[in-house]
């Protein structure tokens, strides 16, 4: 990964063990000093301020929650017309930003094809309320607001966005950050609209202890829970390693938020999971 | 453009447009909407035949159409947009971003009923229902006063780093057809010069916009915000001077129109106003000394002003094309704030004309006004 420059300041005020910080501090690192990133209300925007702090080397923008992609259009368009082409606009969002209210702004910027990057750290739930349900929590899983499991399944926001035919849509996981390195970098060489769906366990909203975040990144991936794969244009898939090899149970195991799943239970997701890998694997 | 002024047939929001295009904007974020629509499409066309040199955003709602402004605004680049009604009212949240991140963002609103149920006349509840969202609102009552309003607008917000919201009302102003003068390009370019803000989001500065901040530091955001207001009569007027300067054309935060002498006053907001004049005149003519006091400047309330111009006045008739439910005509309710405490106030009366977009005809004003004197005060406006 070779030498790398700190844009995420230490001192801010994320959880101890945080793995979205970790994520942040290597995709800042991977993006440069010529960035503005746009950062809704959210665990980042916490690691971005309080004022007159910053935790981000960078200009920050924080829009209202629901207006990410918009602002970010909006930014980017403003630094064209000033003759600041070559400066990324990033958005840092975190699912109950893009997947629920920021998601009919984030669809028009796509279907615009917005010069933007948009990153969003996927930790499956409202974390910076205090763990309620999102679009994006999975099946079964236990929240504030779902007290007895959620009973519907994930919506699948990276499929969504390649049906948009943007350039790049991809999957990363904090547990293999040479691939979303990599990623960071591809999507930073392309123009247009750009959307990568970071995967970071919330140690408190997930309920697993503070060392186990990154295993946790992995093993989603390891069971196909979460497969990490990229999509160019909407239709040219490529499917990365590591592939799925374990079964779903491994990666339900030690997760609070997963407590008391009867056998049943555990079947139907590793079900879900089976076909949803098959249909993965036709679309390559 | 020619170096002279033209004078052309144009609708109020095409003298919208053309104000839009002479201000040389860089980024414009817009969403079309009955009654405003025409604004978008001249401008898009100038744009696309190459008068425009901006960029231009058609997002999926007037929410995103004012996220867009925002940061573009705070970038350092001139924004422009408009819209109307349902799209201002689906602003609402980011009108108050737009004004706490002082972005000077010009905006026209065309003034129209806000449903439900569905209508499409004119009637300025939609805009004055924002009242406290911290942008600076001017009424307009013509198209050439639409037109100049809009280069005045982005004068007053620059200077003071506030957005800025021009209104006319549906149909009377945005679709009626008038001689314009538009005046030429360089006389608009020295009057408005390119737009070079002390702060930008930029990543060789740093600064960043909207971190969580203490009670103390917002407390003091908002002052500051406050003394900006302040500033905007002052501002506004000197602007509207300057203008009048150039092209002869002057409008005033507010305008006396008769007022010598007259026992009753009628205060109202943009096209009324127009109406208003002629009941004045036949009021004056059937010996009453009637007089129209105009407010273009509604926020902030210029109220030494307002004061100034009613001393010495008996009374007072205000005619609210808009309704707050449980409160009445919202011109009618802050005026009687503005004159609150002055010495020999003169007697205020609030009527409920023109909501929903109802015809008023000079004649009424005029029968109202023979009558205001003959009914009892009471707080809350009454329906015409």
């Known amino acids: 990964m070779g030498l790398m420059t700190d844009l995420l300041c230490s001192g801010h005020a994320a959880c101890p063990g945080c793995v979205e910080a970790l994520s942040l501090r290597h995709v800042l690192g991977a993006l440069g000093p010529d960035t503005v990133a746009v950062i809704p209300p959210s665990c980042l925007a916490i690691m971005a301020g309080p004022q007159p702090l910053s935790g981000l080397r960078i200009p920050v923008y924080q829009p209202a929650l629901a207006t990410s992609a918009a602002s970010a259009s909006g930014l980017r368009r403003a630094l064209d017309a000033l003759g600041k082409k070559d400066t990324q606009v990033v958005v840092f969002a975190g699912d109950g930003g893009t997947y629920d209210i920021g998601f009919q702004a984030l669809s028009s910027a796509a279907e615009r094809n917005e010069n933007i990057l948009y990153v969003c750290f996927d930790n499956e739930g409202y974390m910076n309320t205090g763990a309620q349900k999102s679009s994006s929590t999975p099946h079964f899983a236990r929240t504030g607001s779902t007290p007895a499991g959620k009973p519907t399944r994930k919506k699948n926001l990276t499929a969504i966005m390649a049906a948009h035919e943007i350039p790049y849509a991809a999957t990363a996981s904090s547990g293999f950050l040479p691939d979303l390195l990599r990623k960071v970098e591809k999507a930073r060489a392309i123009r247009g609209m750009r959307l990568i769906t970071l995967l970071v366990p919330c140690l408190d909203g997930w309920g697993v202890p503070e060392d186990q975040g990154i295993a946790l990144a992995r093993l989603a991936v390891q069971t196909g829970v979460f497969p990490l794969y990229e999509v160019e244009d909407g239709y040219r898939f490529t499917l990365n390693e590591p592939h799925k090899s374990r079964p779903v149970r491994d990666y339900l195991e030690g997760q609070r938020r997963y407590r008391e799943l009867d056998e049943g239970v555990v079947a139907t997701l590793q079900r879900e999971v089976d076909e949803g890998w098959a249909r993965l694997l036709a679309r390559l | ?384």
């Open chain 2, 1 to 384: 453009m020619s170096a002279a002024e033209t004078r052309s047939l144009l609708t109020g929001n095409h003298a919208v447009a053309w104000g839009a295009r002479l201000a040389r904007p860089k980024v414009v974020p817009v969403y079309p909407i009955t009654p405003q629509t025409p604004v978008l499409e001249l401008l898009t066309e100038f744009q696309a035949a190459g008068g425009l040199d901006a960029e231009f955003l058609t997002p999926e709602s007037e929410h995103s159409v004012m996220a867009a402004c925002i940061p573009a605004s705070l970038a350092g680049a001139r924004v422009f947009t408009a819209t109307a009604s349902q799209g201002l009212m689906l602003m609402h949240e980011l009108l108050h971003y737009a004004s706490g991140a002082r972005a000077p963002i010009v905006m026209a609103n065309v003034n129209r009923t806000v449903a439900s149920p569905w209508a499409f006349w004119p009637d300025q509840t939609d805009s004055l229902a924002q009242r406290d969202t911290g942008w600076v609102q001017l009424y307009v009552e013509s198209a050439q006063e639409a037109l100049d309003t809009v280069l005045q607008a982005f004068r007053i917000a620059e200077a003071v780093s506030l957005p800025v919201m021009l209104n006319l009302d549906a149909f009377y102003v945005s679709h009626a057809l008038e001689p314009v003068h538009v005046p030429p390009q360089a006389l608009v370019d020295a009057y408005l010069p390119a737009y070079a803000p002390e702060h930008f989001l930029d990543p060789e500065r740093g600064e960043s916009w909207g971190n969580v901040v203490t009670q103390d530091m917002y407390r003091r955001h908002r002052k500051s915000l406050g003394e900006a207001m302040a500033r905007v009569p002052e501002v506004a007027a000197e602007a509207d001077r300057e203008w009048q300067a150039l092209t002869g054309r002057g409008w005033g935060i507010t305008e006396r129109y008769r007022c010598e002498g007259a026992d009753l006053v009628i205060v109202s907001l943009g096209s009324m106003c127009g109406t208003a004049r002629e009941a004045v005149d036949a009021l004056r003519e059937a010996g009453i000394a009637a007089g129209l006091l105009k407010v273009r400047l509604f926020r902030p309330l210029p109220a030494a002003e307002l004061r100034a111009a009613l001393a010495g006045v008996r009374d007072v008739l205000v005619l609210d094309r808009n309704f707050s439910p449980g409160a009445g005509g919202v011109l009618h309710q802050e005026l009687r704030g503005a004159l609150y405490g002055m010495k020999h106030a003169p007697d205020v009366r609030g009527v409920l004309a023109g909501v929903g977009g109802v015809n008023v005809s000079a004649a009424m004003i005029a029968e109202l006004a023979r009558g205001a004197r003959i009914e009892d005060i009471v707080p809350e406006a009454v329906w015409a």
